[in-house]
């Protein structure tokens, strides 16, 4: 057996480590506790202590009722005190100790005449170590409870007098200096030298309890008095200084009464002192100061001894009331029983009471008057209402609101201010939706027993369920400065914490909770890892060393394996990121018996190998580990780098092409099922060997018909050269198939299904180089080959929406859902493709056949569908409804608060479950959170529409919109709005309607609260867009800090605040991440023109800013010894070339000198739309200009030159290059009447005419009917 280690001293800040050696002894750690308990509490004779080691000495005792860690505690609690331990009841037992009537044990004893007592009982022996008088304890009267071989008619009484006597005279004889020192000590002084002592010991003691009341009723009659609750505190600690004052005056020779000449009132210690002093004076006694010295101290232990003692009942005695009205809301006892357990406990608190109750009394005496009078603050309830009070939180944690509530009404009907019950009232309404009462009555709870930590917890409850953390922190602060070690609330409190990373608090709190309960793993695990996340993950590690010093040799145990497993790889992981790394994997290796994950234990030790410079020993567990799992691309990446052959760049040297080909062709051969082994390849291979190596992965795929394959290679079109290679291959590939039925070089006949997927394939890969023509020639091509694969419909309407099409889009994909209506992929991509083509109506039929019955737009909102938020978000935007455009894109936000959120329940459940590091992932996870694309499009688009609110009021925007419009548009647009204004209110209406009587198949009503602003326009009244705008601003600087788009809505927003300083730090970043970007460009004209034309400073914060933007000027290149207009220049010779470069200049040009419109706007028609040059004779013509960018350049001639005779020519131009374009109106887009594709909807199977107008599209029975027989020709 090794040495039991000690508890560290970082542990308590309050209770230092034991001098003394601790035994050799290994435990677990329930029993440390009890161990330095013992140590701290022993006292000082050996008798004494083997006396309470005897205390139970003879009994055999059973437990029933218990779970761990409290069976735990209890049975090494009456084993110490020599008590016999048996796990089921027998002839030989003598004791049950039952946690509560009516378990099977007490059924068995009860049957069997045996003895039955409480748990209270061992506890209560154990803390005072004495024998307790056992007759109040028991549950059950029978047999005697203990084998002794004292006579018969020796009694309980008798026994523990003749204890607590001898241990009286124990302590007498082994107090120094006292009168019960040894003769031989005394006989070898000299007589004169004796100061003979004649007080005892329980004398003085009696002395400290009377000095400390007599101080208390001293200091309340004085007219400056301490506060109550501080006095008995102040009292004792003035009785020990007069004490330690006279001290002093004898070390210093002096009198002791010229201490008491100093003190309004002196203890009696003091005065005894004193007469000792003067008696040996007068008597010619030749005792010396040193020896009355000496016996002052030592009645000083005495003092402090009973002083402390005396503060300890009294909190025992209130813990006690307390415990009267609110035990039953801080059980962790509760929680670990099972619910017939709890339900049989409560049923036999109330009897035991009023069996309790019918002996007549002084307490029963008492407590029926107490009934007759009010409650007052703090006082503890009469027994009935205690046991309703109990009822009252059972509920609670039943969810049993009604029947909780009735109990409360109850109580509060007899004593309507009791705050624990207002409090509690207060919390079960708030579980029943009524939070403005549940907020009133717990206040009032608050109000009215301002002390109780139960009125506090439950107002931090009330907050935490609010998601009001920092308000619940505070309530849970409060309630500790009332009960300062309540675990309870220290664990609240904890979870609290992590969730709002107040780290040091964590620490804190978790140290205490550690403290407090060491004999609880959770609270040791709990600390390491508020260690961890503190950043201090040695300190982690040196936590978990010491709790794996309390275990025993042979812990874990067969149920535990998992959980011990878990915590040895987060130890490892804590020595890896200390850089530890040898250590680390000296752990891994002492522990490798122990894990059962013996996956993760190859993975970590090949990687710790690999970080400690042993790649060789490293690469052969990546080969153990690709041989478990061939097709794990993390297996490779740690094979490739083990061997030096990897590139965090992707960019290889011919040397090192060849070693990686000569690897995986091993590999490939070693696993030929693997398709991992012959992708990764493909990256770093080129020329011949990647066309080689392509074909050899792409023939199989197409054979077989993996409708993938496209975009399993879509990466490699980031290389230069690859995407030629690949388009030459393929094409060659699909003439062999057509023409001779094989691919090229091979005698085998390929199915016919061959030749739709390489065309299928090639339609995607048109698409991709912009090559629209080719693209839908080919996806045209495959349809007619085999019109019931469902892809190929889906494919085409992604063609068509690149193109520009976004309707026939729509048409197409809904086209694709009507073939597989059990499919909801298909689904989710019919409703984006309408949502981009603003059609919502639709959109919203279409999405709601997945979602549940009832409110199907509430059912999408909860799936968490961000998605949706955003396309329908983007539509509205674009027609111009800013309300729900600001509904849909705060709906994402909102998203992203719940999940946030989420993470509260998981900060006690993975400490519990030991799932270690999965939970510092998810927390990670969760810093990050906003820094994900969806929340940063989301957060860009709401600031879009809070600038354009600021822009443009509600009260003006409606009148530029119709200025700007022609006599007959006007008329139009005004019917338009009739007729929306009409359909909104009857969907709305209808929706009401559907909400109101909606009926789930379980026959309950339809209970989702309404929301009360539906359309948004709550939203759009907002006083102030800008600030707004700036908290999700904030947001984005702090999460996408590298976005472009962040900075460049900083420099909005601040610019229309007239922040001139942020501007300019935005602006500075935005050169810093891309100074060419035409956006950055704008920004650093658009600044410096705003704050050079601005009037001259006059305040002291303008001078200051106008100071600071003399002194940043030259730091900005583009700028150094240049006007604006020459930096405008220069940036047009460095992009001549790019249309959206030369937009940009032409607009800065105009912006500079408004008499140049005609310049500015000639220079951009003048842009020539070059012809990418072709090498492999690909179909069709792709040229550089974008179909996003021409539209831009169109509403910046629309919109901001204000010129309509150049939009329209711009328009027709690019008519020309984009003919499926509905935004140019193209000639083969589905908005021209005489179109292909309109055409095409003139007639049907039955040769019938549709009478619905194109872009209105109805849905019968969910299925878009409007483009049935869609085929587009190229």
Not at 164 to 179: A, D, L
Not at 256 to 282: A, C, D, H, I, Q
Request: aromatic share 8%; charged share 30%; net charge neutral.
């Amino acid at each position: 057996m090794s040495q039991k280690r000690n508890l560290p001293s970082w542990i308590s800040s309050r209770d230092p480590p034991h001098p003394h050696p601790q035994p050799e002894s290994k435990k677990k750690p329930k029993d440390d506790a009890d161990d330095e308990h013992n140590i701290r509490n022993a006292p000082q004779s050996s008798s004494t202590t083997m006396d309470f080691s005897k205390l139970l000495e003879g009994v055999v005792f059973v437990l029933s009722g218990f779970v761990n860690p409290e069976r735990s505690t209890l049975r090494s609690q009456a084993l110490s005190m020599g008590a016999t331990y048996q796990p089921d009841w027998n002839s030989d037992s003598t004791l049950l100790i039952c946690a509560f009537p009516n378990t099977p044990k007490f059924r068995q004893v009860q049957s069997n005449s045996g003895t039955i007592v409480s748990k209270d009982w061992i506890a209560e022996c154990y803390t005072q170590k004495k024998l307790v008088d056992i007759e109040q304890y028991l549950l059950h009267a029978g047999k005697p409870w203990r084998k002794t071989s004292a006579p018969q008619n020796t009694t309980i009484r008798e026994k523990k007098k003749q204890l607590s006597i001898k241990s009286e005279e124990n302590q007498v004889e082994t107090k120094p200096g006292t009168r019960g020192t040894s003769s031989a000590s005394s006989k070898n002084r000299p007589a004169c030298n004796t100061v003979e002592e004649p007080f005892s010991v329980t004398e003085v003691k009696k002395w400290a309890r009377d000095d400390l009341t007599e101080t208390i009723s001293w200091l309340e009659s004085q007219e400056e008095k301490p506060a109550p609750g501080d006095i008995k505190r102040i009292a004792a600690e003035g009785v020990l200084t007069c004490l330690q004052d006279a001290i002093d005056s004898l070390e210093q020779k002096k009198d002791v009464g010229s201490v008491t000449e100093l003190w309004s009132f002196v203890p009696r210690v003091v005065k005894e002192l004193g007469k000792m002093e003067s008696s040996s004076k007068t008597e010619n006694s030749t005792a010396s100061k040193d020896q009355l010295c000496k016996q002052a101290k030592s009645w000083k232990k005495i003092y402090e001894a009973e002083l402390a003692q005396k503060g300890e009942e009294e909190e025992e005695a209130k813990s006690r009331r307390t415990s009267g009205v609110a035990s039953g809301y801080d059980s962790d006892e509760t929680v670990e029983m099972t619910e017939e357990e709890i339900e049989h406990a409560y049923r036999n608190v109330s009897v035991d009471k009023v069996e309790a109750n019918s002996t007549p009394s002084l307490s029963s005496a008492s407590s029926a008057s107490s009934l007759s009078c009010p409650r007052t603050m703090g006082a503890p309830l009469p027994p009935k209402e205690a046991n309703l009070f109990k009822l009252i939180v059972k509920s609670y944690e039943t969810k049993q609101y009604k029947k909780g509530l009735k109990a409360a009404d109850a109580i509060l009907k007899k004593f309507p201010s009791h705050g624990e019950t207002l409090s509690m009232k207060g919390l079960t309404l708030n579980c029943m939706d009524r939070k403005t009462e549940a907020y009133e009555l717990v206040r009032l709870g608050v109000k009215n027993d301002i002390k109780s930590h139960v009125c506090w917890h439950v107002y931090g409850l009330l907050y935490r369920s609010d998601r009001e953390y920092r308000e619940a922190i505070k309530c849970y602060r409060n309630a500790l400065r009332i009960d300062p070690d309540n675990l309870e609330i220290l664990r609240d409190l904890s979870l609290l914490q992590a969730q709002m990373r107040d780290l040091s608090g964590f620490v804190e709190t978790r140290q205490q909770l550690l403290t407090l309960k060491p004999n609880h793993r959770m609270n040791w695990i709990g600390f390491a890892v508020s260690q961890h996340l503190n950043a201090n993950a040695s300190k982690a590690v040196e936590i978990l060393e010491a709790f794996e010093g309390t275990l025993e040799d042979d812990y874990p145990p067969e149920n535990e394996l998992c959980e011990h497993t878990e915590m040895i790889m987060y130890k490892v992981s804590l020595l890896e990121e200390s850089g530890a790394f040898g250590k680390a994997l000296e752990e891994l290796h002492k522990n490798e018996p122990k894990i059962v994950d013996k996956l993760s234990y190859k993975e970590q030790e090949a990687y710790l190998l690999w970080k400690l410079g042993r790649p060789a020993e490293a690469s052969k567990l990546y080969r153990v580990l690709l041989s478990m799992n061939p097709d794990n691309y993390r297996y490779y990446e740690g094979l490739q780098k083990c061997l030096g052959l990897y590139s965090e760049s992707g960019q290889y040297s011919s040397d090192r092409i060849e070693k990686l080909n000569a690897l995986y062709q091993s590999l490939s051969e070693q696993y030929t099922r693997s398709s991992a082994v012959k992708r990764i390849p493909l990256d770093f291979l080129q020329d011949e060997r990647f066309k080689e190596a392509v074909a050899k992965y792409i023939k199989p795929l197409l054979t077989k018909g993996v409708p993938s394959l496209f975009s399993d290679l879509c990466s490699l079109y980031d290389h230069p050269r690859k995407p030629d290679i690949l388009e030459q291959l393929v094409v060659e590939m699909e003439h062999s198939v057509r023409t001779t039925g094989s691919y090229p070089g091979s005698d085998v006949k390929e199915p016919p299904s061959t030749l739709l997927w390489t065309l299928f394939f090639l339609a995607q890969h048109y698409d991709k180089r912009g090559q629209y023509d080719a693209a839908l020639g080919k996806i045209d091509e495959a349809i007619a080959h085999t019109p019931t694969v469902i892809d190929l419909y889906s494919v085409k309407s992604r063609i068509m929406k690149h193109a520009g099409d976004l309707t026939a889009a729509a048409a197409l994909a809904d086209e694709a859902r009507c073939m597989d209506l059990a499919d909801r992929y298909i689904n989710s991509e019919c409703v984006k493709r309408l949502l981009q083509a603003d059609q919502v109506a639709s959109a919203e039929k279409t999405a709601v056949l997945f979602t549940k019955e009832g409110d199907q737009l509430n059912s999408l909102h909860d799936m968490q569908c961000m998605w949706y938020d955003l396309a329908s978000g983007d539509s509205y935007f674009r027609q111009g409804d800013l309300g729900r455009a600001l509904k849909r894109f705060l709906a994402v936000e909102k998203h992203y608060s719940d999940i946030s959120e989420d993470q509260f329940d998981f900060h006690s459940y993975c400490l519990r479950k030991m799932t270690l590091r999965s939970y510092v992932g998810m927390l990670k996870f969760e810093d990050r959170l906003h820094s994900f694309p969806y929340f940063h499009k989301a957060a860009i688009r709401a600031i879009r529409c809070y600038l354009k609110l600021h822009d443009t009021p509600k009260s003006t925007a409606e009148e530029d919109e119709m200025s700007k419009l022609a006599p007959a548009q006007k008329k139009k647009m005004k019917k338009q709005k009739k007729a929306e204004a009409r359909a909104k209110k009857e969907a709305e209406s209808k929706s009401e309607e559907s909400t109101a009587t909606g009926v789930s198949k379980s026959g309950k009503r339809n209970v989702k609260p309404v929301d009360p602003d539906p359309h948004g326009e709550k939203l759009i009244q907002v006083e102030d867009p800008m600030a707004e705008a700036s908290k999700y601003l904030r947001l984005l600087q702090k999460h996408s800090p590298n976005s472009l788009e962040t900075h460049l809505l900083s420099f909005e927003v601040n610019m229309r605040k007239e922040k001139f300083l942020l501007a300019f730090q935005a602006v500075k970043q935005l050169l810093k991440l891309d100074a060419e970007n035409p956006d950055s460009h704008r920004s650093l004209v658009k600044f410096f023109l705003k704050t050079g034309s601005t009037s001259a400073p006059t305040t002291e914060a303008e001078k200051l800013r106008c100071s600071v933007l003399e002194a940043e000027r030259p730091s900005i290149s583009q700028l150094q010894n240049k006007s604006l207009v020459e930096a405008n220049k220069e940036f047009l010779g460095r992009h001549e070339d790019s249309l959206v470069h030369r937009a940009a200049y032409a607009e800065m040009m105009c912006l500079l000198d408004p008499s140049k419109k005609t310049e500015a706007i000639k220079l951009i028609e003048d842009s020539t739309n070059k012809v990418v040059q072709q090498t492999n004779g690909a179909l069709g013509v792709a040229r550089e200009w974008k179909l996003k960018d021409c539209i831009a350049v169109h509403k910046l001639l629309e919109t901001v030159f204000l010129d309509s005779e150049a939009a329209s020519r711009w328009k027709s131009r690019c008519a020309e290059y984009f003919p499926f374009s509905t935004h140019f109106e193209g000639k083969r887009s589905s908005v021209m009447p005489d179109s292909v594709y309109n055409s095409s909807l003139k007639s049907n199977e039955n040769g019938d005419t549709p009478n619905h107008p194109m872009g209105q599209t109805e849905l019968n029975d969910g299925q878009l009917e409007a483009f049935k027989s869609l085929t587009v020709s190229t």
